[in-house]
T-cell receptor, first 113, second 112 residues
Framework: TQLLEQSPQFLSIQEGENLTVYCNSSSVFSSLQWYRQEPGEGPVLLVTVVTGGEVKKLKRLTFQFGDARKDSSLHITAAQTGDTGLYLCAGASRGSTLGRLYFGRGTQLTVWP | SQTIHQWPATLVQPVGSPLSLECTVEGTSNPNLYWYRQAAGRGLQLLFYSVGIGQISSEVPQNLSASRPQDRQFILSSKKLLLSDSGFYLC???????????FGAGSRLTVL
């Protein structure tokens, strides 16, 4: 059973379009992170959200943590080819002293020129 | 600044051969260390984690083992590889009090 469900699994769009990817769970997390991974490399942290309802912006990327801290979304405005990659969400369970992160399966985004 | 190194970057091994993947972290002390496997560029499966020298916890039973002989060194091993061991192996570290993981560049293992 996957604790975090990401959707869509694949997304293929043209440069300049907007998109939103989702990360959903029935569990509550103390924090949630988004990573981007390029082929042949390790995931790189984009953002951490901690407070329910929190919105963080990173240039053209907007991240939102659900009010109940069970879900999150990532919105990209005017996508660029450099945004191509695998986007992974990961949730930290409450009370975890070992830094246990639960990863979703990821959304593979391809942005065409 | 902290850095994490993994090697080898790629490895092709026959079934039944041994395996040793190494991960080292620089610029930090007593990190929590993790080994993940990623199949077909998808989600990450936690294999092992370590909170200190000689302390290894396994998340899933499998053909692999891990060791931490030094504070900043984490090794993933197998005595006899199976075809199903193929995948992309990622090492990561976490500092005290943080829930953020920093990943290495990964090691691509192909078992033939």
């Amino acid at each position: 059973t996957q604790l975090l469900e990401q959707s869509p699994q694949f997304l293929s769009i043209q440069e300049g379009e907007n998109l939103t990817v989702y990360c959903n769970s029935s569990s509550v997390f103390s924090s949630l992170q988004w990573y981007r991974q390029e082929p042949g490399e390790g995931p790189v942290l984009l953002v951490t959200v901690v407070t329910g309802g929190e919105v963080k912006k990173l240039k053209r990327l907007t991240f939102q943590f659900g009010d109940a801290r069970k879900d999150s979304s990532l919105h990209i405005t005017a996508a660029q080819t450099g945004d191509t990659g695998l986007y992974l969400c990961a949730g930290a369970s409450r009370g975890s002293t070992l830094g246990r992160l639960y990863f979703g399966r990821g959304t593979q985004l391809t942005v065409w020129p | 600044s902290q850095t994490i190194h993994q090697w080898p970057a790629t490895l092709v091994q026959p079934v039944g051969s041994p395996l040793s993947l190494e991960c080292t972290v620089e610029g930090t002390s007593n990190p929590n260390l993790y080994w993940y496997r990623q199949a077909a560029g998808r989600g990450l499966q936690l294999l092992f984690y370590s909170v200190g020298i000689g302390q290894i916890s396994s998340e899933v039973p499998q053909n692999l083992s891990a060791s931490r002989p030094q504070d900043r060194q984490f090794i993933l091993s197998s005595k006899k590889l199976l075809l199903s061991d193929s995948g992309f192996y990622l090492c990561a570290w976490r500092g005290a009090g943080a829930n953020v993981l920093t990943f290495g560049a990964g090691s691509r293992l192909t078992v033939l």
